[in-house]
């Protein structure tokens, strides 16, 4: 498949606004912020940046509660920062995505404001609004996400509002078509300002069962995965009504419509469902959204089994659709430390680039990766996520991975002249791009040298993959498009290992793309310690 549009097999840059650059003092990133580090976004070789909420916000999930749709959050700037950054960014050749939470609002939004007055006003079936059980408990079992019942009970109606989230994050009523239309006009009204595409989270969130069917229960043994811990009551169900109805097909042809009404436009659709890669499949498509991720390399589990299982397990049922891989992000555990540990290997951080950049998809990088950032270790006292907050101390929150952007090794790593929002850890500031910039091999030049290698290779932005049997803890697949064949290993564990494979002879090695490697001896390899072989046909 061939590389027709900016998305299909882009590199994208996560940008998380609070953590990024402040510019204004007040200890919080900003617009602006971002618009002043858009060279070195440039400089590393990605083609897209993907913006966190940045809307009006009264800030209780860090502005994913969003008050207003159409304006920027005065913590964040205006809307003139933002047409500025947008601006700049298509000058240095940057695609532009911002997050759209269809699903759900905040509580300070005008239509939850008047949809809560009573049953009758013109927002009252806005929301999703239920009657209680007879004995006043909520009207069926469903749970949040961030722990306990997802029903709250609202006195001036005399009935309970669903929130699949926090208490503060309504969810909308998409079965009344009036919703269904102000959330396309919102996604209209940034589609009309110029953006590339949109990042929508929680995509699938956004119809309930219309008969509030109670959600099942799930056995002991499968509470764990998706992104949940089995401490969560969220984690005892499957969430076979509360999310994921069929319903949201129809919708989604109507946003694709929409967005088909503007030159090269991408959506990619945030997907957490209990058959999360069929989801994916079943979202994506030549009339639904062109891409879509999911969690499943965003769990604990690094073996060579898994990571082709998943990718196999996608390959299989996605057959229009085109993925985008992530093994990192604003919610989730720091990769260098969920899958290397306390003292993670030096090159784990560059072959994990490596690996999530040579599958087939598209791949979002979330900020400070490409520094090899290990996550933070936030104390109680300083935590700022509810969801922290809540689960402490077995779960300790996102807080860990949304610390400020080391900059500078300074005391505030160049973030901000206040005190910043979350605290920088000392070994944040050691691992900072003004030190990286003048380190030969430093995870930050090989990232560069990754995707500028990358880029020279059509069969690894767009070529079919096909996985090797090779034992573990070695990972290997081949990608080929129009004649350019690669056959790709990488040594999973910290050790070297040997690999015996036929298929190596006659292959010409390629160094170019930075990272630690060797030379095979007829069908021997010795690979170093995480280390990864290309080799061309």
Known sequence: MHK??????????????????DMNGDGVGDLRGIEAKLDYIAGLGVDAIWISPFFRSPMAD??????????????????????????????????????????????????????REDRSNPKADWYVWADAQPDGTPPNNWQSLFGGCAWQWEPRRQQYYLHNFLVSQPDLNFHN?????????????????????????????C??????????????????GRGFA????????????????????AFLERLRALMDQYPDVGALGEISAEDSLATMAEYTGPERLHMGYSFELLT?????????????????????????????????????????????????????????????GSVCIYQG???????????????????????????????????????TDEDGAGFSQGDPWLP?????????????????????????QLLAWRGQHPALTGGDIHFLDLPAPILGFERQLDGEHALLLFNLSNQSREVRLDALVGLTGDTGHGLPTAEPDGPRLTLPARGFYVGWR
């Not at 919102?186 to 953006?195: E, Q």
């Open 62 to 115: 860090f502005g994913y509660d969003i008050a207003d749709y159409r304006d920027v959050d005065p913590l964040f700037g205006t809307l003139e920062d933002f047409d500025r950054l947008l601006a700049r960014a298509h000058v240095l050749g940057l695609k532009v995505m911002i997050d759209q939470v269809l699903s759900h609002s905040s509580i300070a939004h005008p239509w939850f404001i008047k949809s």
């Open 369 to 407: 990766e490409e520094l090899g950032l290990p996550e933070a270790d936030v104390p109680f006292e300083l935590l700022q996520d509810p969801y922290g907050k809540t689960f402490w101390p077995s779960f300790k929150g996102r807080d860990g991975c949304r610390t400020p952007m080391p900059w």
């Open 207 to 224: 119809f309930h069962d219309r008969q509030l069917r109670d959600n099942p229960a799930k056995p002991p043994e499968l509470r764990v």
């Open 4 to 21: 027709s549009n900016w998305w299909h097999g882009a590199v994208i840059y996560q940008i998380y606004p609070r953590s990024f650059l």
């Open 230 to 249: 089995p401490d969560n009551p969220y984690a005892f169900q499957y969430h076979f009504y509360n999310n994921t109805q069929p319903e949201n097909l």
């Open 300 to 360: 604990d589990d690094s073996s060579a089994a898994y990571i082709r299982g998943t990718v196999e397990t996608q390959e299989a049922k996605m057959h229009e659709g085109w993925p985008c891989w992530s093994v990192s992000n604003h919610d989730v555990t720091r990769v260098v430390t969920r899958w290397g540990g306390a003292e993670p290997h030096p090159g784990l951080a560059s072959q994990l680039h490596a690996l999530a950049c040579c599958l087939r």
């Open 177 to 205: 078509p009036e919703v269904q239309q102000a959330a396309l006009d919102n996604v209209k009204f940034w589609l009309d300002r110029g953006v590339d595409g949109l990042r929508l989270d929680a995509i699938n969130f």
């Open 424 to 448: 920088v850890p000392a070994a944040h500031r050691a691992l900072s791009v003004s030190r990286q910039e003048t380190q030969p091999g430093s995870p930050l030049r090989r990232f560069r």
